[in-house]
């Protein structure tokens, strides 16, 4: 079936390095990408999207690449700061369905 | 503006009782979705409403899992005889649209026993 996956279960960063978070989906019809970050005891929150029309989008300290040849999504995150820590989803949206299809979340941990 | 809020914030219950989880998505918003997330898991997708449309609920584990949107607003997912497998967070999201943003409340932890 299809699936939406992590390379990475936990990433430790130091503080003020640069953080990159991977995600491979196995649906070449995903044409919505979404990275969420959950903390713990509360609901996902948004960070940034991406359609499949793009190859990259920044934001504010976070950049998201999306690789349609090899299936593969990821999160940059720029000099990762202590408040970062958190679990990372990755998410797609294909046509023919409206809900998320989630991956299983990569924690990171800053270390100050 | 407020967000996504859901009632209640802890549930616990027996098994074999019947529960109710409340959400309250943000207005105006027509696409409603509900999820349950199992610790340290992701979320897995259970039932998605989008306005007058029939919900689309291929996601539901069971027939003991139902829901309901009353006048496109407020949704209860209503569980039948839990388990305890039926232990997880439940989280809702909504967004303004399919395919945009989909904003979550802070779940309903549920826990039988």
């Known amino acids: 079936g299809e699936s939406v996956g992590l390379h990475l279960p936990t990433l430790s960063v130091q503080e003020g390095d640069n953080s990159i978070i991977n995600c491979a989906y196995s649906?070449?019809?995903?044409?919505?990408f979404i990275w969420y970050k959950q903390e713990s005891g509360k609901g996902p929150q948004f960070i940034i999207d991406?359609?499949?029309?793009?190859d990259k989008r920044q934001g504010q300290r976070v950049t998201v690449l999306l690789n349609k040849t090899v299936k593969h999504l990821s999160l940059q995150i720029a000099a990762t700061q202590p408040g970062d820590s958190a679990v990372y989803f990755c998410?797609?949206?294909?046509?023919?369905?409206?809900?998320?299809?989630f991956g299983s979340g990569t924690r990171l941990q800053v270390q100050p | 503006g407020a967000g996504v809020s859901q009632s209640p914030s802890n549930k616990v219950t027996e098994k074999g009782k019947d529960v109710e989880l409340r959400c309250d998505p943000i207005?105006?918003?027509?696409?409603l979705y509900w999820y349950r997330q199992s610790l340290g898991q992701g979320l897995e997708f259970l039932i998605y409403?989008?306005?007058?449309?029939?919900?689309?609920k291929s996601g539901l584990p069971s027939d003991r899992f139902s829901a309901e949107r009353t006048g496109g607003s407020v949704s209860t997912l209503t569980i039948q005889r839990t388990q305890q497998e039926d232990s997880a967070v439940y989280l809702c999201?909504?967004?303004?649209?399919?395919?945009?943003?989909?904003?979550f409340g802070p779940g309903t932890r549920l826990t039988v026993l």
């Open positions: 207005s105006g918003h027509t696409a």
């Open positions: 991406i359609r499949s029309n793009m």
């Open positions: 998410a797609e949206i294909h046509t023919g369905r409206r809900a998320l299809t």
């Open positions: 649906n070449s019809a995903s044409d919505y």
């Open positions: 409403f989008q306005g007058n449309s029939a919900p689309d």
């Open positions: 999201a909504s967004s303004l649209k399919p395919y945009n943003e989909q904003f």
